[in-house]
């Protein structure tokens, strides 16, 4: 696939920002990245957003997305350490 021009990009940006609505709106926690199955409210836009963008855009769309989540949990006071910690220590 070539380049996409100034259109091309607009179409796969505005495919990508009612994909990322849908899932705000369907499942705010989902991560494309851990290879979580997409609700089906939304199966057809990330078939939508797969097919309007280069393959390569939609990987880097997916991280992009699962990083801005991880800075949200980060700036509410997330502590990966303590939830691996949490998780080690057994419940009776």
Not at 56 to 80: I, L, N, S
């Amino acid at each position: 696939m070539s380049f996409p021009d100034k259109a091309q990009r607009a179409k796969c940006w505005a495919m990508r920002d009612e994909y990322w609505k849908c899932l705000d709106e369907n499942a705010p926690k989902h991560s494309s990245t851990s290879g979580e199955k997409v609700p089906s409210a939304c199966q057809k836009m990330r078939k939508a957003f797969e097919q309007g963008c280069p393959g390569q855009w939609v990987k880097h769309f997916d991280r992009k997305r699962t990083y801005e989540q991880f800075k949200e949990k980060m700036a509410a006071g997330y502590d990966p350490l303590l939830e691996e910690r949490t998780k080690e220590i057994p419940t009776k």
